[in-house]
């Protein structure tokens, strides 16, 4: 293949054909994902984890309906507790999911 620099394709397409058939299903998807309903997910679901692992304390303040200044004092008496990741701070799922069931 001395000067010619096409990579051959070893499928039953010529190249054009081809990339007019990947750009039709790409579209056919975008289009398919425009249509689907987006579905209202729970306080507690992440898309693609089984449990929702940190959760900020806006979050924990309307899962419990309760103000802030109320998680203060749960995190104060040992009833929550806080994880900062640098300047943020969150609290474990697996602590929210405890203090649901007492």
């Not at 997910?41 to 924990?60: A, D, H, Y």
């Not at 309760?66 to 474990?92: A, E, N, Q």
Request: proline fraction near 7%; hydrophobic fraction near 40%.
């Amino acid at each position: 293949m001395a000067g010619n620099s096409a990579v051959p394709i070893l499928i039953p397409f010529e190249p054009e054909e081809f990339w007019s058939q990947i750009r039709l299903i790409i579209r056919e998807e975008v289009e398919r994902n425009k249509k689907a309903q987006p579905q209202e997910l729970g306080i507690l679901e992440t898309p693609g984890l089984n449990e929702k692992p940190l959760f900020k304390i806006e979050e924990v303040c309307s899962l419990f309906k309760v103000t802030k200044p109320t998680i203060y004092d749960w995190i104060k008496h040992g009833k929550l507790k806080r994880v900062k990741i640098r300047s943020r701070v969150y609290f474990l799922g697996s602590d929210i999911r405890q203090l649901m069931q007492a």
